[in-house]
């Protein structure tokens, strides 16, 4: 099975920045290299929600509520990808998880990591 771990998660205010990472331990880079990673999130009482994804070739997809400010890039050398939120909203608050095709349609999710937007 496909382990990966999210991390980078905060509390901020709003207009402040995060940096979000998820990483595939002992993963060798062959296999890596050939995974399609997004991120998504969830919301208190709120469906999850495809957020980003996936960084091809340098070119990724966004959420309409996120484009313009959040960014993500897959490194495949270090073998994670990372999501740089920027200009953070309040309703940006909720668990960022990230994950495969193949995961999501077995509905198989990590812990994810918790952002906290608030004044």
């Known amino acids: 099975q496909v382990q990966l771990v999210e991390s980078g998660g905060g509390s901020v205010q709003p207009g402040g920045s995060l940096r979000l990472s998820c990483a595939a331990p002992?993963?060798?880079?062959?296999?890596?290299?050939?995974?399609?990673v997004f991120w998504y999130r969830q919301a208190p009482g709120k469906e999850r929600e495809l957020v980003a994804g996936?960084?091809?070739?340098?070119?990724?997809n966004y959420a309409d509520s996120v484009k313009g400010r959040f960014i993500v890039r897959k490194d495949n050398f270090r073998r994670k990808v990372d999501l740089q939120m920027n200009n953070l909203k309040p309703e940006d608050t909720a668990i960022y998880y990230c994950?495969?095709?193949?995961?999501?349609?077995?509905?198989?999710w990590g812990l994810g990591t918790r952002v906290t937007v608030s004044s």
């Open positions: 994950n495969t095709p193949s995961r999501v349609s077995a509905d198989h």
């Open positions: 002992g993963m060798s880079l062959s296999v890596f290299r050939s995974l399609s």
């Open positions: 996936p960084d091809t070739g340098g070119s990724a």
